[in-house]
Antibody, heavy 120, light 106 residues
Framework: QVTLKESGPALVQPTQTLTLTCTLS??????????LSWIRQPPGKAPEWLAR???????FYSKSLKTRLTISKDTSKNQVVLTMTNVDPVDTATYYC????????????WGQGTIVTVSS | IVLTQSPGTLSLSPGERATLSCRAS???????LAWYQQKPGQAPRLLIY???SRATGTPDRFSGSGSGTDFTLTISRLEPEDFAVYYC????????FGQGTKVEIK
């Protein structure tokens, strides 16, 4: 059974850097074809895709947020990390990691999400 | 690619048929159109991928159709657990989601 769990700070001050971690179980980041994405959802709004990383370290970013995002993986810990620089209150959202299935081109497994509030 | 869902809210009774629309700003390959269900406090759940293929565990009362720029999610007979928000999503280019349709109890 594949499970994903997000972790990170609940509160971040404006202009700071946000670091989020997604820990995978039942799925290895080194397995061919594995891709993980980060997706966020502001309160009461639709999800917004942020970034993706593949088993081969191929990376893909949202054009609108590309300059602020870095996605990476730690295969020894089976974790995917997302950093977002210079956060603003509009970045307040629930942040999810999701498996990005190459066969279906859809997000078929989601973590429970972690709520991040940007406020001073 | 911008996805526009309609209606914003659908008020129906259990047992009724629900028809949800998703329109894309440019043509999307059917292979790259998915539908998700989201309940309060939960992550979205994949229902349909490839425009018409049901994901594992999706009941057969859910069906997807469409091509090009117009896609539809149909729930043949609403069950109490189907009242939720539904999102379409495309993966033809940088992934995007529609703004959602809320299916509420009338």
């Amino acid at each position: 059974q594949v499970t994903l769990k997000e972790s990170g700070p609940a509160l971040v001050q404006p202009t700071q850097t946000l670091t989020l971690t997604c820990t995978l179980s039942g799925l290895s980041l080194t397995s061919s074809g594995v891709r993980l994405s980060w997706i966020r959802q502001p309160p009461g709004k639709a999800p917004e895709w942020l970034a993706r990383i593949g088993w081969d370290d191929d990376k893909f970013y949202s054009k609108s947020l590309k300059t602020r995002l870095t996605i990476s993986k730690d295969t020894s810990k089976n974790q995917v990390v997302l950093t977002m620089t210079n956060v603003d209150p509009v970045d307040t959202a629930t942040y999810y990691c999701a498996r990005d299935d190459r066969l279906t081109d859809a997000f078929d497994v989601w973590g429970q999400g972690t709520i991040v509030t940007v406020s001073s | 690619i911008v996805l526009t869902q309609s209606p914003g809210t659908l008020s129906l009774s259990p047992g009724e048929r629900a028809t949800l629309s998703c329109r894309a700003s440019q043509s999307v390959s059917s292979s790259y159109l998915a539908w998700y269900q989201q309940k309060p406090g939960q992550a979205p759940r994949l229902l349909i991928y490839g425009a018409s293929s049901r994901a594992t565990g999706t009941p057969d009362r859910f069906s997807g159709s469409g091509s090009g720029t117009d896609f539809t999610l149909t729930i043949s007979r609403l069950e109490p657990e189907d009242f939720a928000v539904y999102y379409c999503q495309q993966y033809a280019s940088s992934p995007t989601f529609g703004q959602g349709t809320k299916v509420e109890i009338k």
